[in-house]
Structures are given as C-alpha cells and as structure tokens.
C-alpha cells in the first residue's frame, strides 16, 4: 500500500513537472517567430504601402498581447524587433507609426538606441 502511494506520488511530481517546464517553455520569446509575425508588416516597413495592411495590424497585435505576458517576455521581443529591424535595414519611424496606424496601446518604444534591458 505505501508502495502504491510513493509511485502515485513520483508519477504526480514527474506529470507536474512536465507541465511546468512545458509552460515555461511556451513563455519563452522564439526571434524566428516574432520575425515570422513581422513578415505582414514588411512591405509597410520598407516604405512600399502608405499604411500597414490589416495582417500587418493582426500580427503586430499578436506580438504586442505576447511582449506583456512578462517583463522578460517585453524584453526579449524588444531585442527581437531590433535586432530584425537593424538587420533589413528597416525605417524606424515606419515601425513606430505601426502602432497608431493599427490602434495598438503600447509603448515600446522602436529606435536604434532602445536599450532593451531597461524596459
């Protein structure tokens, strides 16, 4: 009997271990796929259309509920988006103007100069 309880209780541990570590996971900020939802917005960013297209403002709402889950979250999505940014050479003042072109309430600010860490 207390046999059965020690391996129903390891089995408890292990399935809830598994469970933490798989939301852990999950909370973790993936570039590829911040880079993935940014893809909308190319042709806004690099000055091809006047105004963000509406998978644009569906991505970047994507990313913004995303950046405020946490403060690491917002971090990393931050080093993510300048890092993308600085690499296709994208207009920083386009990227800004994708928040109040799309409606969105945040405050992350998009320059070169950002320093990511102090968010």
């Known amino acids: 009997m207390v046999r059965n309880i020690i391996s129903l209780a390891l089995v408890v541990i292990v399935v809830l271990t598994l469970l933490i570590s798989k939301q852990y ?5 993936n570039c590829q796929d911040v880079n993935t939802k940014l893809i909308n917005c190319e042709p806004f960013m690099l000055g091809y259309l006047s105004k963000p297209a509406p998978q644009c403002c569906g991505s970047a709402h994507d990313l913004v509920l995303a950046a405020y889950a946490s403060r690491d979250t917002l971090r990393a999505t931050c080093w993510c988006l300048k890092t ?6 994208v207009d920083f003042s386009y990227a800004e103007q994708i928040t109040k072109s ?14 990511c ?3």
């Open 102 to 115: 799309c409606n969105l309430k945040a405050n992350v600010p998009l320059y070169p100069s950002v320093n």
């Open 25 to 29: 996971v999950n909370a973790q900020t």
């Open 117 to 119: 860490d102090t968010l």
């Open 84 to 89: 993308a940014f600085q690499s296709f050479k």
